[in-house]
């Protein structure tokens, strides 16, 4: 790093009255962006019409909170705060213009970027969900360019020692914006939403009530279907998690023979993994159905007709057999695991007498344990969620419309029909949320238990 | 400057991604999937803008296109109003009214689903329906506490089908047009197990009959749990207590019986494909590949399965009056077109609604839709509609549907008591063991009535 710093000191000197090109503009437009601002604290600390007209519409749960949880007074508080913003932006241009041209101060400069970035992005969550239509969208989206340039500017006029790496730490952080700002409208604000709305009484179409922990409650309750499905949900993971792994080890070993073909077997064992969910469920009720495949087998030996999907010790392991099918993914990562596997050991060990058992037991398996870990983390966060052959299986949601036996009713299931179909958003996000706590705990328990079974060859992750 | 540039693209991409965000609400039209634009209507009269309404329904391909052409000619027709199409997929129906109604963004008018209707008509969420010519009949009025909240678009009811030629061939007497004949349960079961035939050409009545291989069934029944309320109150019982709808009463010996006989079609008598495991929709296909001589259906199949495949193919089919468990009764019930509460243009919407239902009588021509008002079931002189070639032949439908309906016809659960949703899929489950004979109709049924109960209650 020192040998950089010293290569770039001269170089700050040339680039000075550049970035001071940038600067003084930069600080112009914050002062004038300061003005709007005040102009439109005045209006919406004023204008009670404004306000009427700027309420949310368009999010489920902030809504809520605007009608039900949101104090009344509220509203005026952000326009007192925009006053505040805009006082502070004033202070930041003049500052701007000021020192734009003072390396010196450039450290300061993107001092001030930085809160900057920090006050415009909530503005921009805020007025993203409480104002009716995104009408005030354009107020941050304005005011965010700025921010930019000010970072960027003050990046480039900045000569402290470091100078390179701070830059480039800011045009990263400068280049990770959008990505944060989408994993927060679609991720965190959602993720955080859905507990909100678990505290809610919230029955479509009647008004919510705050309700605290009962949902959560009743879903511990007796006589609730909550720990039944949840009960259904595991024994299928489980199934769908080994059965995988096991078929996936076996199908890889073979495959990575010398075997004619191999690039056509490999091909077809991955193909069910590219096909649309929706079409292969078709295709396995019929297997399934009355007058399946496998019912006609039976039959043509004298046997009884199963009916796969509608015996309730037969479903699960049914509807588990098609994410085993499904798993060419699993397959293909376990195939280059095992090529992966040194020969050197495999070698030495057959010198020293251990049959392929041994060797498979004792080194394929142990040098493949992180790819094994990785297949089972993502199998099983996948399989927990398992929703669609539910609903394919059953009829769509319609609720009623076909027989459904309770071996179907998945936790992800009845959080879709309690949420969606009944209109019950309150016990919806409780059981959402009860789903999202599981998934982390048994996801803990993998990582926990691992730490006993994991040998990772270079040494491991620090 | 490539980090200048690079800076570009950042604010580029945080523009792109905000005005991504942004485009939805206002514009018009957001209704998800209208490929078909109405036409640019006339300029409004005193160049007012036109008051814009949603209206949003489902269907298949050939529903949405006549609907659209209905909004089409309304918009030609009402250059003040401008009519949006919004179709939605039927088994969505709920889930998007839920979600709309949480974001409070409803279309002004649309279909309703039957269950969804006692709770928001409950909420306020449906505007009350008003008439200025006849009122609709009762049996398809939707009531909540003692009062008419809102009416199905028309009337249907659950109807038994017949393949003439299956009877005939078998050498069965028909069945009867009147509730006087009516079969008892046991002489049903009897027909229907002269009507099953295995592959090697026996009967049910055959001590050697097949039942792993079997041709024909004498009866099929469409696995809708709602329907099961039929029995129920054919047999003496019901789902739910006529004078308190919070009082479940499906665990009745009466209900019970009713329900263990329908399972017993199959586990007993082996004279219908086990419930369920058939697909819903298409009893077309099963009539026109042998596979059944008789189905209980809604009355829509006459005009969307049964007629078309007696035009197409010649299905030679007819209709009779139910088998009695005891009582002489039908269900009927039917989804709505509703004003949603809350339209920016009421009355705009209001005059649409009625333009609409008046132009919706094609759907009793084409044998889909019976009327709404009780005089066209008790006066003869006003059965013309019953007349059409879509209908089966009159002199069986006046007597098996037509004084059914008049007479008989019981509205379904979901016309008056709430939460229907959640508990015909608690129902569901419940009974999926009688079906497969591990548990009996009355076993389940007194297990889960506890649940039913906090369901309806709740």
Known sequence: ?462 | MKKFLALLMAVVLIIGLVAACTATPDTPGAGPGVDTPAPAPEPPPEGEEPATITYMFWGDEAEVENVTNLINEFNALHPHIIVEPWPVDRAEIAAVLTTLAAAGELPDTGFMTEPLTIPWAQAGFIEAPTFAGETPRDVISFQWEGEAVAYSSCTVQLTMFYDLDRFDDAGVARPPKTTADAWSWDEFVDVAKSLTFDTAGRNAHDPAFDRNNVEMYGFYLEPAVWQLELWALSNGGGFFNPNDWSDVIINSPESAEAIQRIADLYLEHGVMPRYGTWPADGIDTWFLEENVAMAVNGSWSIGVWMSPARDDHGLNYSVSVLPNMGRNVTLATAGLVVQYAGSAHPEAAAEWLAWFVEQSGFLIEIGIWMPRYQSMFTDEALMGWAQTPAFPPFEDFRTAVIDVSANYAVSAAWHWVPNMEPFLEELSSILAPVWSGEQTAQEALDAGRPALSAIIGG
């Not at chain 1, 990046?155 to 045009?171: F, I, M, Y």
Request: aromatic share 16%; proline share 5%.
């Open chain 1, 1 to 462: 790093m020192g040998a950089s710093d010293t290569k770039m000191q001269p170089k700050t000197a040339t680039d000075t009255p550049k970035a001071s090109g940038i600067l003084r503009p930069v600080g112009v437009l914050y002062v004038l962006f300061s003005a709007l601002t005040v102009f439109i604290a005045v209006i919406g600390a004023s204008g009670a019409e404004l306000l009427e007209g700027l309420m949310p519409q368009g999010f489920v749960f902030l809504n809520a909170v605007r009608n039900y949880a949101m104090p009344a007074g509220f509203m005026p508080h952000f326009f007192h705060f925009l006053f505040l913003f805009a006082a502070f932006r004033l202070a930041v241009g003049c500052m701007t213009i000021r020192f734009g041209k003072t390396p010196e101060r450039g450290g300061l400069l993107g001092l001030l970027g930085k809160i900057d970035l920090w006050i415009v992005i909530p503005i921009m969550v805020f007025s993203l969900f409480f104002f009716d239509g995104f009408h005030f969208m354009w107020f941050p989206i304005l005011s965010l360019p700025l921010t930019m340039l000010l970072l960027h500017g003050s990046a480039k006029l900045d000569n402290r020692p470091g100078r390179a790496a701070r830059e480039e730490a800011r045009t990263a952080k400068i280049f990770l914006i959008p990505a944060f700002l989408g994993l927060t409208f679609m991720t965190y604000i959602p993720l955080t939403a859905v507990f909100g709305i678990s505290l809610f009484d919230w029955n479509i179409p009647f008004a919510p009530e705050f309700a605290g922990f009962t949902n959560i409650i009743e879903l511990f309750s007796q006589g609730s279907f909550f720990w039944t499905s949840v009960w259904y949900t595991l024994i299928y993971s489980f199934l769908a998690v080994f059965l995988g792994m096991v078929y996936s080890m076996c199908v890889a070993l073979l495959l990575n023979r010398k075997i004619p073909g191999k690039v056509f077997f490999r091909t077809a064992v991955y193909l069910p993994f590219i096909i649309p969910v929706v079409s292969s469920m078709l295709v396995f009720w019929l297997i399934y159905s009355h007058d399946g495949v496998i019912n006609n087998i039976i039959t043509m030996f004298g046997g009884e007709r199963i009916h796969f999907l509608f015996e309730s010790a037969t479903i699960i392991p049914a509807i588990a057999m098609i994410a085993v099918w499904a798993s060419g993914n699993i397959i293909v990562i376990k195939i280059a695991g095992i090529s992966n596997v040194p020969r050197t050991y495999l070698e030495s060990a057959e010198i020293d007498g251990a049959n392929a058992w041994h060797r498979f037991w004792k080194i394929t398996i142990p040098c493949m344990s992180p790819i094994i870990f990785y297949n089972m983390l993502m199998s099983l966060i996948t399989n927990m969620q398992v929703v669609v052959p539910s609903l394919m299986l059953t009829g769509g949601g319609q609720s009623g419309a076909t027989v459904t036996p309770a071996q179907f009713r998945f936790v992800a299931y009845e959080l879709y029909n309690t949420a969606f179909n009944f209109g019950w958003l309150g016990r919806g996000g409780a059981i959402s949320f009860m789903l999202f706590v599981l998934i982390g705990i048994l996801t803990a328990i993998l990582f926990i238990t691992s730490k006993k079974w994991l040998f990772y060859e270079g040494g491991g992750p620090a």
